[in-house]
């Protein structure tokens, strides 16, 4: 089999095709003109420059191939509304005009758990109406799914839907590294008690889900949550890390309604001076809100489950992370609570 992968150097991407190339697929990958890909090219993929803004640089990747795998998205930054409805919105829309128009057999899009809203207090399920945080991010990638979603009844577009969880492992800077640094500098707090679910997926099982996706005739028009259902709680999660890593767990806790309040107000801030907040209400509601979701749906269509405990992924992105950092100094102190959330 053929496989594109849009957004394939990043963290799942890579994981996504040692995947691919273990049970022999042939893989392409779509990386931005300039983008450092040696360690994609060390692998043997065959790297296609492009943007998935510009859809005339989609047609060479896309030719011949079996199965579309569509990752690129922005995340993790700090940037304009408009930016983000770029690449997320028409992006995604021009991959599945492209999907379409080569005949690709199957499409396999991640949108975002963030979309059903946070802090709901149950196991949500894949039915759940969406109640977005007005933030780019999350807004952007809600507007993407209604796009592939209206194309899958409009143009029979062979796309399956996956809402994965916050996924860590090894070689992830966004949320296990920035967390790992952040406990090694005893910068770290904890918002409110400490007890709420975090919805935390290892990456490879979050792989599983999409190569499951891929193979699983019945999956097309269907949208499925990828994640644990055996979630850690805040402290469990944190304190699991430090412990890991020689790290003192945190113990200074910040009431969830300051901190939020506090970050409306850095946002406010950061928009007038240009620079980034030092805490967002994403970073906020991401570590301080309960929030957990159900995948009975994906165990009983896909065959999906989880294969990797949230603390043996731990153990293994951890020694990861002390095999980077031991000749490193500690990091500088810098209280930043959270970032933009993954997926995609």
């Not at 007038?272 to 809100?289: D, Q």
């Not at 749906?297 to 896909?302: D, V």
């Not at 002390?322 to 810098?334: A, F, G, N």
Request: glycine letters at 10%; hydrophobic letters at 40%.
């Amino acid at each position: 089999m053929v496989t594109l992968i849009t957004g394939g150097n990043g963290h799942l991407g890579r994981f996504l095709v040692q995947a691919l190339q273990q049970r022999g697929d042939t893989v392409r990958v779509l990386a931005l003109p300039g983008e450092d890909t040696s360690w994609l090219e060390s692998c043997g993929v065959a790297i296609h420059r492009g943007d998935v803004r510009d859809p005339q640089t989609l047609v060479a990747p896309m030719r011949g191939v079996d199965g579309v795998f569509h990752l690129a998205a922005l995340i993790g930054v700090w940037r304009p509304m408009a930016d983000y409805r770029a690449v997320n919105v028409t992006g995604t829309e021009n991959v599945c005009r492209a999907v379409l128009a080569e005949g690709v057999r199957r499409l396999v899009h991640v949108s975002s758990w963030t979309i059903y809203g946070m802090g709901l207090g149950k196991a949500v399920s894949e039915d759940h109406p969406a109640s977005p945080l007005k933030e780019p991010h999350v807004l952007t990638k809600l507007e993407a799914e209604k796009g592939v979603q209206q194309m899958i009844v409009q143009d029979r577009l062979p796309a399956v839907v996956l809402r994965p969880g916050t996924f860590f492992g090894p070689n992830d800077q966004l949320h296990f590294g920035r967390v790992a640094d952040r406990l090694r500098a005893g910068r770290w707090i904890v918002i409110g008690p400490g007890e709420n679910a975090l919805p935390l997926v290892y990456v490879t099982d979050v792989v599983q889900g999409l190569l499951l996706a891929l193979d699983t005739e019945a999956a097309v028009g269907q949208t499925y949550n990828i994640t644990d259902d055996r979630p850690l709680t805040q402290l469990q999660f944190l304190d699991a890390i430090a412990n890991e890593i020689g790290a003192k767990p945190p113990r200074l806790h910040i009431p969830y309604r300051a901190l939020y309040g506090a970050s409306c107000v850095a946002e406010r801030l950061a928009r007038l001076v240009g620079t980034e907040p030092i805490v967002t209400r994403l970073g906020v509601k991401l570590f301080g809100t309960d929030n957990r979701h159900a995948i009975e749906k994906a165990r009983r269509e896909l065959g999906y489950s989880p294969a990797v405990t949230l603390q043996e992924g731990i153990r293994l992105a951890a020694a990861w992370y002390r095999s980077q950092r031991q000749s490193e100094p500690s990091p500088q102190p810098e209280l930043i609570v959270g970032g933009e959330a993954q997926v995609g």
